[in-house]
């Protein structure tokens, strides 16, 4: 069973930047590809971006494609989000995702989910 555990969320104003984190325990994390999600209030959980567990192919959201990057550190079990250029529309709880895919695009719902991180942008 893995375990995701995210941090870095916070409230920033239009314009900023936020880098979220995401540690996994109690798999082999780089067998994993990894994505993180955001589901804002009255919306479905949508997909952001993902990452192949190489960190060699990414995927993004075309809403975010620019302005957003994810990477992940195999050595310390961990995948960021880098978030910049931030908008009033990306506030949202984000969600760290694992999967047992190779490529993971996130066309369908991972395998694991991590608890939410509230990212709050004011205009």
């Known amino acids: 069973q893995v375990q995701l555990v995210e941090s870095g969320g916070g409230l920033v104003q239009a314009g900023g930047s936020l880098r979220l984190s995401c540690a996994a325990s109690?798999?082999?994390?780089?067998?994993?590809?990894m994505g993180w999600f955001r589901q804002a209030p009255g919306k479905e959980r949508e997909f952001v971006a993902a990452i192949n567990w190489s960190g060699g192919r990414t995927y993004y959201a075309d809403s975010v494609k620019g302005r957003f990057t994810i990477s992940r550190d195999n050595a310390k079990n961990t995948v960021y989000l880098q978030m910049n250029s931030l908008k009033p529309e990306d506030t949202a709880v984000y969600y760290c995702?694992?999967?047992?895919?190779?490529?993971?695009?996130?066309?369908?719902?991972?395998?694991?989910w991590g608890q939410g991180t509230q990212v709050t942008v004011s205009s």
């Open positions: 995702a694992a999967d047992h895919s190779t490529y993971y695009s996130g066309s369908y719902a991972p395998d694991y």
């Open positions: 109690g798999g082999t994390f780089s067998s994993y590809a």
